[in-house]
């Protein structure tokens, strides 16, 4: 192919490429994430209202306005337990800031009854909730545990880690992104 | 058998596609190197210096940048978590250190970065499959009957557009015979995925949007796209009168 001809048809596929830019335009101006719950980051964390090991009952779109931490874990679950002590440093830390753990226990595949002692034993504060049914665990499409969602003021995910334990600077760098 | 592959490289273990492919990269790009005229040895050393700079560099810069939370747990700074991590600062790291050992051993600039498109290549169709294994760089819904079930949402699969296209991208380099003008392959390899990129972006659910609706990656990959033809017909103007 000649030089001109070449050139000629470099400038057309540049033009080409700009006119499909000005046609692919998103005029919903957003992209799908906030809209649908969906448990990925920038999506709208799934709702769900679940028992305390007290018998209260929480519900996390009543958190809304304030950053949560929600942690699926178990007692037979190495990682869960060696980050627990770090949750509830930090959850102590950034409480006074609105900041908060939930974390949801997932008893339908756990010992119901150990899980007060495990709880007790660590002296951990933060509120546990039970998902008896395993609602959370297919709302959140837990594959493995630990699983960890960071939700935004908003209520949308500002991240996902799968696994751990987490290291404490972690849990301090995403939480203090989410209390600005 | 999509849900098996998501089940299997489900995060994290949805790395170990991108793992598989920088090792394939490699020995692909090892395979044809000496027809660029580098030894093979300091183009080994050129890609582990590089990986290695790219795992260091990434998270140095994410503790430095994070200076006070690592004070208080200095521990942490050894932790295994991937995400105390920052993926751009590891990059310019890896380029930055690439660029100094090249210098250093006096590598041919475009020559070697055609001995490396067999790995960008291999590792652009890595990436697109771990994509696809832990469902992220996720496609707009649609009524589509090749639709994809993700993120409680029927959606267009653009992991696997992406992959075709990049799959189609390394044939085409691999299989084509060798030119003299040292540059083209990388300069093909990167107008190709700008080109690529710039078409498959306007099915994506997860574009970041600037001035009303516009698509910031189709604008950096028309820019990369022009880049690239430019810099071919420089090259090929350079050889012509050289």
């Known amino acids: 192919m000649q030089q001109t001809q070449r050139r000629i048809l470099f400038l057309i596929l540049l033009a080409a490429s700009f006119a499909w830019i000005l046609f692919s335009v998103d005029k919903s101006g957003t992209s799908t994430a906030g809209k649908i719950p969906a448990p990925k980051t920038g999506f709208l964390a799934p709702d769900f209202a679940l028992k305390t090991l007290e018998g209260e009952t929480i519900k996390l779109s009543d958190l809304r306005g304030h950053p949560v931490l929600v942690n699926l874990w178990a007692t037979w679950c190495p990682p869960c337990r060696a980050e627990m002590q770090t949750l509830e440093t930090v959850y102590n830390d950034y409480k006074d800031q609105g900041f908060t753990v939930l974390a949801v226990n997932m008893t339908s595949e756990d010992d119901p009854q150990a899980v007060l002692p495990f709880v007790t034993e660590r002296g951990l504060t933060y509120p546990i909730l039970l998902d008896n049914k395993g609602e959370i665990a297919k709302a959140y499409q837990m594959k493995s545990l630990p699983s960890s969602f960071f939700i935004n003021r908003d209520g949308t995910i500002n991240e996902v880690v799968i696994g751990g334990p987490m290291a404490e600077a972690l849990l301090r760098t995403r939480i203090e992104e989410m209390l600005k | ?103 250093r051993q006096k590598l041919p600039f475009w020559a070697t970065l055609d001995a490396l498109t067999p790995l960008f290549a291999t590792l652009a169709i890595g990436l697109h499959l771990s994509h696809l294994a832990a469902g992220t760089a996720f496609g707009r819904p649609t009524a589509l009957p090749w639709g994809m079930e993700l993120w409680n949402a029927i959606r267009h699969p653009t992991q696997v557009y992406e992959l075709i296209a990049s799959i189609f991208i390394f044939a085409f380099l691999w299989l084509r015979k060798p030119g003299s003008l040292a540059g083209f392959d990388f300069l093909c390899f990167t107008a190709l995925t700008a080109g690529s990129r710039l078409i498959l972006e306007a099915f994506r659910g997860d574009s970041s949007l600037i001035f009303n609706g516009i698509r910031s990656t189709q604008v950096a990959a028309w820019f990369i796209l022009a880049a690239a033809l430019i810099a071919g017909e420089i090259l090929r103007t350079r050889e012509k009168t050289a």
């Open chain 2, 1 to 103: 058998m999509l849900n098996l592959f998501r089940s299997l490289f489900a995060p994290p273990r949805h790395l170990i596609l991108v793992f598989a492919a920088v090792w394939l990269g490699l020995t692909l790009a090892e395979k044809r190197v000496s027809r660029h005229g580098i030894l093979k040895e300091v183009f080994d050393n050129l890609v582990y210096y590089s990986i290695l700079a790219y795992a260091l560099g990434g998270r140095i810069l994410f503790v430095l940048e994070h200076l006070q939370v690592f004070i208080n747990s200095p521990l942490s700074i050894f932790s295994p978590n991937i995400d105390l991590f920052d993926p751009l600062g590891a990059l310019a790291t890896a380029i930055l250190v690439g660029v100094v050992y090249g210098q």
